[in-house]
């Protein structure tokens, strides 16, 4: 066979692209890209960490010396400087209604001279300060209102404004009424505290003894005395604990309150209040005769010219028909008196 020259250049190119792989304007031939190359489309392209993608279309690896970071976590944004925050007219407002004004102090006023005309004593007690709080329970105030002779009077209560002294006090002018007297109630005024007017009144109430507040001023009238005011007072507080001053009252303010009346009590009773037609002595031995208990004597004093063991234990000792109990004291001259009067004798 003869080779022309078209046939020997058809050969050249057919053996050049065997050997390249590719052929110009052909998309029948197979293309190979020897590894780190991998197929792009038409054409190769480098992938050195071998995971299937181009290295051209991964994000940039992060710089430095750590390089195995996974290319797609986030970078940290940096932070930015703090702002000065402006303090927007709505904010302003809320700052400028914390601070106490002549209108909101006049209706405080007004309500607690309100509430005290009704009488309505524990009301009045929510609007005091909180230092006046910590002297006084709701209850004491309210019982002090109620028996202090006073305030126990007053028929009318008047509000006739406040005073501004600034923006967190204020003069608070009340006028009281009795049917004896008018008085404008002293050194009254308002606290603004924690967004609210607060009363700052009352200092006779507030800083004195619960029971002398309520009491003290019955100290020079004959009908109505401290004592009955303790015994009211008492019960008003449920405290059996102002009962021993309640004097004739005492075993009776006990019982009122529920408790328990002992011998020893009610022998107690007979020297805060002495019976009519009996000495204390006497009353004494009654209680212990009543409750067949000779340690009611013990009331009475040790001083040895009193009738405690001649009157008391003697006359126990002789009710009783026994000498013995006389037996039971040991100072001789103490046992000579019970003995005495054991036999009928005068001590």
């Not at 992060?62 to 970071?69: A, I, P, S, V, Y």
């Amino acid at each position: 066979m003869k080779l022309t020259l078209p046939l020997i250049l058809s050969a050249v190119l057919i053996f050049s692209a065997l050997i390249c792989g590719c052929a110009p304007g052909s998309t029948d031939m197979v293309l190979e890209c020897t590894a780190p190359l991998i197929q792009k489309g038409d054409g190769c392209c480098m992938d050195a960490d071998r995971n299937g993608i181009c290295d051209i279309e991964e994000r940039p690896a992060k710089t430095g010396d750590n390089m195995t970071e996974d290319a797609e976590t986030p970078s940290e944004e940096p932070e930015m400087p703090r702002q000065e925050t402006e303090e927007y007219p709505e904010e302003e407002e809320a700052a400028e209604m914390q601070k106490g004004n002549l209108e909101d102090a006049e209706k405080t006023g007004k309500l607690f001279a309100d509430n005290w005309q009704r009488k309505q004593y524990n009301i009045m007690y929510a609007s005091f300060t909180p230092s006046l709080k910590q002297k006084k329970t709701t209850t004491e105030f309210t019982a002090i209102m109620e028996l202090e002779p006073l305030y126990k009077r007053v028929d009318k209560v008047d509000f006739n404004g406040v005073k501004m002294s600034d923006e967190d006090t204020a003069e608070l002018d009340i006028m009281i009424h009795t049917s004896i007297q008018d008085i404008k109630m002293p050194g009254a005024t308002l606290e603004f505290i924690g967004g609210e007017w607060k009363v700052n009144a009352f200092v006779d109430v507030f800083e004195l003894d619960a029971y002398y507040a309520a009491c003290s001023g019955y100290r020079y009238d004959t009908h109505y005395t401290m004592k009955d005011c303790a015994y009211d007072f008492a019960k008003k507080v449920n405290d059996p604990g102002y009962c021993n001053i309640s004097g004739c009252h005492y075993t009776e303010c006990l019982k009122t309150l529920g408790e328990t009346v002992t011998h020893m009590q009610e022998a107690e009773q007979c020297k805060l209040c002495q019976p009519v037609g009996k000495t204390i002595n006497t009353c004494v031995l009654d209680v212990a005769i009543k409750h067949d208990k000779i340690a009611a004597c013990n009331v009475i004093s040790e001083d040895r010219y009193s009738d405690k063991y001649c009157v008391c234990y003697g006359g126990f000792a002789r009710h009783k028909g026994s000498s013995g109990y006389c037996n039971m004291i040991e100072d001789e001259d103490n046992k000579y008196l019970c003995q005495k009067a054991y036999k009928g004798e005068y001590c």
